[in-house]
């Protein structure tokens, strides 16, 4: 299984915008974006498959999952962001495409979204 390593997270503004890249050591079947508040269970919020996305309705609009093959890395750019968009962000690499936790076959370490108001 490839190794995956998140960055780009930090502090922002409401309303401001975030990069997050994933740099996976292998190449994947398909790729996606968790994130887990200590409230909240993790939860899938993008998905990738070629040229297919997935989003959860929560960002739907305002975040965009793409990747670059080339460099075996996945990016999450994150639009007027929100409060509630507040966790630690994770990549996962998938055995199918779609939002479920139980597609995962590895995670990364993560990286932390802080969203002021």
């Known amino acids: 299984m490839p190794q995956l390593r998140e960055s780009g997270g930090g502090s922002v503004q409401s309303g401001g915008s975030l990069r997050l890249s994933c740099v996976a050591s292998a190449s994947t079947y398909s790729m996606g974006w968790y994130r887990q508040t200590p409230s909240h269970q993790r939860e899938g919020i993008a998905s990738i498959l070629g040229t297919q996305t997935k989003y959860a309705e929560s960002v739907k609009g305002r975040f965009t999952i793409s990747q670059d093959s080339r460099k075996r890395t996945l990016y999450l750019q994150m639009n007027d962001l929100k409060p509630e968009d507040t966790a630690m962000y994770y990549c996962?690499?998938?055995?199918?495409?779609?939002?479920?936790?139980?597609?995962?076959?590895?995670w990364g370490k993560g990286t932390q979204v802080t969203v002021s108001a």
């Open positions: 996962a690499s998938l055995a199918s495409f779609g939002l479920s936790v139980n597609y995962a076959t590895n």
